[in-house]
């Protein structure tokens, strides 16, 4: 039966280390969280975030803005937090009320800010394999690979999901890794085939227990992104998790598991980019 990948407390030991670090730098890194509207998930993220960021001695502040807010407000908004030294890391919470243009407000954050990776300059930066801040969902899974001791050159990596968010910023972490990967999406023709022959299985694609424990090969280490609300209560991933503990060497729990590594990824890219600003 498969070891569990315990994101949670993983997390937990990244945030340590952060912290320890931070009382040694001499100032605070300063995050900035902007939150638009009412969206009762995004409160509960941007909360989340905002009380990781000052508990590992960051500069942190959400700045919540009516779901009226114009367009242009929240550019001039963004603008200010680019321009102030005080500021090392913007991240505006997804998604917003459907009379702002999201790529314009993405295009507006300065690249050297985005801890989110976000800006096309970061993606442009992670399709190249060249340094930059990228997004903090894959960023946490590269750490759960780590700490489930995978070899990733020349490994079989299959992502399913194609998304700006979480699919496509991980196969090219993999990628850059030396791993061989694959995308597999909705328009896939055999999906269980093309996941069987992972070593490396990533699930990002939001549909609840898709992925069946005949669909994972014996020994891969398999890393649930999805979060899904069963009608009955409580949270459930992409990956039928009492099935495949059966097949897979390792695999991440839902909840648990990467969720607490996207907000310690988080804090990991606003320390990066207050070290790389700083400097
Ligand atoms: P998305 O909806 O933007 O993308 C889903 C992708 O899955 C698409 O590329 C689509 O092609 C593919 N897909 C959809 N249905 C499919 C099917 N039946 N078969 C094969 N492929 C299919 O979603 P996203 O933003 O990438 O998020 C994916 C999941 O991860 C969601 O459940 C989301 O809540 C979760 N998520 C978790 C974290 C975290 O921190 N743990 C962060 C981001 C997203």
Known sequence: TARILDGKALGARLQAKLAERVAGLGFRPGLRVVRVGEDPASGVYVRNKDRAALAVGFDSATIHLPETVTEAELLALIAGLNADPAVDGILVQLPLPAHIRGLAVLDAVDPAKDVDGFHPVNVGRLANGQPGLVPCTPRGVMHLLAEAGVSLPGARAVVLGRSAIVGRPMAALLLAADATVTIVHSRTRDLPAECRRAEVLVAAVGRAELVRGDWIAPGAV???????????????????????????????????????????????????????RRA
């Open 222 to 276: 398999v890393i649930d992104v999805g979060i899904n609300r069963r009608p009955t209560g409580g949270l459930v991933g992409d990956v039928a998790f009492a099935e495949a503990v059966g097949h897979a060497a390792a695999i991440t729990p839902v909840p648990g598991g990467v969720g607490p590594m996207t907000i310690a990824c988080l804090l990991e890219n606003t320390l990066q980019a207050a070290l790389a």
